[in-house]
């Protein structure tokens, strides 16, 4: 028998974060996680099936966020304009008090390749939500897939430096600039 | 002892990508590659260290050719004109002739997800070979990623055009196109 226990999930993140952060995460046991926050195993079998889940918990949020995001851009906007409306939709998830967490998870993520190649297939099934997404509006290929892939480079490279240490900048900031940024560098080879 | 046999590597590489087309990867064998080239396991051996293998032994003459072709640019390119020139350079690896073979290793590649991830994986390994090239050219972070991972964008959807059935035009042509179409798509936000 386990009671609800308020924030155990997140406890139980957090812990997981630091320990496959600063132990490794193949070294990390599911014991040694729910023990750090007082917490038993069984409690963290209520929350995730196994370890690897802790760090990807969220991916089919930010999906749903995405394709949110997409529905709600105006019935005109051009591709890359549903694919950005999409990509910020999803600064919500990352408000800057998650900024620790996602820096710390990025570290276990590029630390392990197993997990870096999981990590690379969640970003390859971004950008095909999002090619279904524009599709549905009638954008057809080869635009739907070039603006999907754009607009996750743009979430890949905003996440990287709203993690980078000594940033202070928003989510939702950083990846307003960086579609400028795109637009400047790739808008002046189609001018050339 | 084996002896030289002339053409046996692509011989197998042909028999080999037909073979896990259409009988499957995991279900074929390698000895039944080299029997249908006439030729036998141990010949199979020297030039490819595994089954996997012959699906990604040009792995790195292709990240080559791109480098190369980044070094080509002009001292005073744009990042983006360095990606295309890089991207662009591959063009030679895939003439007219090699079509059939890279559709066959597309359908092989989509049906499997353990080399679809090895796959997504040397898209990053690219990616991260032009981000190096960019970077010795003195092209700052952001800009050499968003300029990186564009160029590797093009390059996929480039490809995957130029496989497609009844496709009749060179992957140059289809390459520059997509440079092109991504500049307009990409472009159009920026100025908004």
């Given at each position: 028998?386990?009671?609800?226990?308020?924030g155990?999930?997140?406890?139980?993140?957090?812990?997981?974060?630091?320990?496959?952060?600063?132990?490794?995460?193949?070294?990390?046991?599911?014991?040694?996680?729910?023990?750090?926050?007082?917490?038993t195993?069984?409690?963290?079998?209520?929350?995730?099936?196994?370890?690897?889940?802790?760090?990807?918990?969220?991916?089919?949020?930010?999906?749903?966020q995405?394709?949110?995001?997409?529905?709600?851009?105006?019935?005109?906007?051009?591709?890359?304009?549903?694919?950005?409306?999409?990509?910020?939709?999803?600064?919500?998830?990352?408000?800057?008090?998650r900024?620790?967490?996602?820096?710390?998870?990025?570290?276990?993520?590029?630390?392990?390749?197993?997990?870096?190649?999981?990590?690379?297939?969640?970003?390859?099934?971004?950008?095909?939500?999002?090619v279904?997404?524009?599709?549905?509006?009638?954008?057809?290929?080869?635009?739907?897939?070039?603006?999907?892939?754009?607009?996750?480079?743009?979430?890949?490279?905003?996440?990287?430096?709203?993690?980078?240490?000594?940033?202070?900048?928003?989510?939702?900031?950083?990846?307003?600039?960086?579609?400028?940024?795109?637009?400047?560098?790739?808008?002046?080879?189609?001018?050339?």
């Open positions: 028998m386990t009671r609800w226990e308020p155990a999930q997140e406890r139980l993140a957090g812990a997981a974060m630091e320990l496959y952060a600063y132990k490794g995460f193949e070294e990390t046991t599911v014991a040694e996680i729910a023990e750090a926050v007082g917490l195993e069984r409690t963290f079998f209520r929350y995730y099936a196994d370890k690897r889940e802790v760090l990807f918990a969220g991916s089919e949020v930010l999906e749903q995405m394709v949110a995001g997409a529905a709600d851009a105006s019935a005109d906007a051009t591709p890359l304009e549903v694919v950005k409306a999409a990509v910020t939709a999803t600064a919500q998830y990352f408000p800057d008090e900024r620790p967490f996602s820096a710390l998870r990025a570290t276990v993520i590029n630390a392990n390749p197993q997990l870096a190649e999981r990590e690379l297939r969640k970003m390859s099934t971004l950008a095909a939500a999002l279904h997404a524009l599709a549905e509006r009638g954008i057809r290929e080869p635009a739907a897939t070039l603006a999907a892939q754009s607009g996750v480079t743009v979430f890949r490279v905003s996440f990287a430096q709203w993690i980078a240490d000594g940033n202070e900048r928003s989510f939702a900031d950083i990846q307003h600039d960086m579609f400028e940024q795109l637009g400047a560098l790739t808008g002046a080879v189609a001018a050339g």
